[in-house]
């Protein structure tokens, strides 16, 4: 188990002013772990990955047994940040009748003749389930900020893409997702930080490397050409966006095992702070259930 004190330090406190360059991207981001050392820190990651592995799977049953809540989970990050390997190992072991993946790309023009928010409406877990954002309305106040020519193609009423303009958009998403736990979602929202150098370590890797090519989009260099842009705008939607009800956390991503140890150990401590547990059955169905059972007994004993 990651001491609670670390998994605060990774929270984005609510109301108040953080620098993304506050956060760190690599493993020895505490002083408790810099004592373990690099080593170690990996091993004991792999080790709690691999327990809420299971922990989470028990969880998400009880989250399915007792029906009332759903979790969304929000993952947001730079390309090669390792989106797609928290999916994959967080969620490794979960029964997949109980979650649902969606990863959000470049709008349809379906998509944009509605409100921003429209498409990830439909996209959200029912309860009982865990669903996880690839992407998310996020989108809409990053690389949408950073390109705001992709929004003067939208055909919105709005003229003027300034600061007032984004302030209304994270309201909007401030109260969606207020209107979203008041109704029985969780929303664990993760930012999986890692710095431009482990970017370009990780691009040039899969460049180096032919059955990684199908990793790499050349779209991918010119976005790295905005990363201050994009590092911008990320530490102003964590600042505005970052609430009591729907905290932000800012994982440290730079080591791929310790990102997602710090993953599961969110998702699983914040699930069982729900409590939730299976369903009792009432006295007069139990006494049915009993019987059912001395009925299928008989028979059992009649036909040997
Ligand atoms: P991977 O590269 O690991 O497969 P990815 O999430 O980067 O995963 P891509 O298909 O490479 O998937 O990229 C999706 C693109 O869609 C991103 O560049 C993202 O910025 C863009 N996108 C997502 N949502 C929006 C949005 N609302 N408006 C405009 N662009 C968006
Ligand atoms: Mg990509």
Not at 34 to 56: F, P, S
Not at 157 to 170: G, H, V
Request: proline share 4%.
């Amino acid at each position: 188990v990651i001491p609670k004190k670390i998994l605060k330090s990774l929270r984005v406190p609510p109301g108040e002013a953080v620098q993304l360059a506050d956060y760190a991207t690599d493993w020895d981001f505490h002083p408790e772990l810099v004592k373990l050392g690099k080593d170690q820190v990996r091993e004991a990651a792999g080790q709690i990955l691999a327990e809420n592995q299971t922990a989470l799977a028990e969880a998400q049953e009880r989250l399915w047994a007792s029906d009332s809540w759903s979790v969304l989970v929000v993952l947001q990050a730079m390309d090669a940040a390792g989106k797609d390997g928290i999916i994959k190992h967080v969620m490794a072991g979960i029964n997949p009748q109980g979650c649902q993946v969606f990863s959000f790309k470049v709008p349809s023009a379906e998509e944009v003749d509605h409100n921003f928010l429209w498409r990830y409406m439909r996209a959200l877990p029912e309860r009982g389930r865990i669903g996880i954002f690839n992407r998310s309305y996020y989108e809409d106040v990053l690389v949408v900020r950073v390109h705001p020519e992709i929004l003067e193609k939208q055909r919105l009423p709005a003229r003027k893409f300034d600061r007032k303009f984004w302030e209304a958009r994270y309201d909007d998403i401030n109260r969606f997702e207020r209107h979203l736990v008041r109704n029985g979602t969780m929303v664990l929202k993760f930012f999986l930080h890692i710095s431009k150098d482990e970017q370009r370590r990780r691009f040039i890797d899969r460049l180096e490397d032919p059955e990684k090519h199908w990793k790499f989009s050349l779209g991918d260099l010119a976005e790295r050409q905005h990363w201050d842009a994009y590092q911008e705008a990320y530490q102003d939607a964590l600042n505005a966006t970052s609430t009591k009800w729907a905290p932000w956390y800012v994982i440290p991503s730079d080591l791929k095992v310790t990102a997602r140890a710090l993953v599961s150990e969110v998702m699983v401590s914040r699930i069982e702070r729900l409590k939730l547990g299976y369903p009792e059955v009432s006295g007069e169905v139990e006494q049915r259930l009993a019987d059912a059972l001395s009925a299928l007994r008989a028979e059992a004993a009649k036909g040997r």
